[in-house]
């Protein structure tokens, strides 16, 4: 089992749409989660950490849950410049960050 | 600029042929990442560094790889004997140790092996 695992879509919505992705991990000792985001062509960059109690950005709504292990990224009201592909980021050790293989979000008019 | 620097950005090379490749992290960053990625993948973990203290080196590297941080600043991947499968491309990325620090990624360099 790969210690970081994402459905790869993508996931194809229209504008306005909520969109959900899950990551599921494998270490049950990781202590912290992150999601990035990765446009076409670019670098990854971070979106936003994931606490233990959820955390909310805007549109943009990140949970945990530690029993299932995996964690979530809720898009809400969907916009064009969201297409990207988004990472999750599970450490099985502080600071080893192991990349998930990327959601595909594509946002269509 | 004080992002993290990667140079060459594209570099091809002739299978067989060693190359290397420099990341200047950003200067206060005392962790150094490198990755691989290749189309429709995400990053896969190469290998880290706590200034020149190499951690870590992913069991799926080959012995033709190889990374340095001499001085705790820059870093230098190396791989030789290239080969068409190390086509790929190479990131790097710096951070500040914590849990909950962000990493910061360089441009890539894209290998191409013909």
């Known amino acids: 089992r790969k210690e970081v695992e994402q459905d790869p879509g993508p996931f194809n919505v229209p504008e306005g749409a909520t969109v959900a992705f899950n990551c599921t991990y494998s270490n049950s000792a990781s202590q912290s989660f992150f999601w990035y985001r990765q446009d076409c062509r670019k670098e990854p960059k971070l979106l936003m950490s994931?606490?233990?109690s959820g955390n909310e950005d805007g549109r943009f709504t990140a949970q945990l849950n530690r029993a299932s292990q995996y964690i979530s990224l809720l898009i809400r009201d969907s916009k064009l410049s969201d297409s990207a592909t988004y990472l999750c980021?599970?450490?099985?050790?502080?600071?080893?960050?192991?990349f998930g293989t990327g959601t595909r979000l594509q946002v269509f008019p | 600029d004080t992002g993290v620097s990667q140079n060459p950005r594209h570099k091809i090379t002739k299978r067989g042929q060693n190359v290397t490749f420099r990341c200047d992290p950003i200067s206060e960053h005392n962790r150094l990442y490198w990755y691989r990625q290749t189309l429709g993948q995400g990053p896969e973990f190469l290998t880290y560094f706590q200034n020149e203290a190499q951690l870590e080196k992913s069991r799926l590297l080959s012995d033709r790889f190889s990374a340095e941080r001499p001085k705790g600043s820059f870093s230098t991947l190396e791989i030789q004997r290239t080969e068409q499968g190390d086509s790929a491309m190479y990131l790097c990325a710096s951070s500040l140790p914590g849990t909950t620090s962000e990493a910061f990624f360089g441009q890539g360099t894209r290998l191409t092996v013909v």
């Open positions: 980021v599970v450490p099985p050790v502080v600071d080893k960050l192991i």
């Open positions: 994931v606490y233990s």
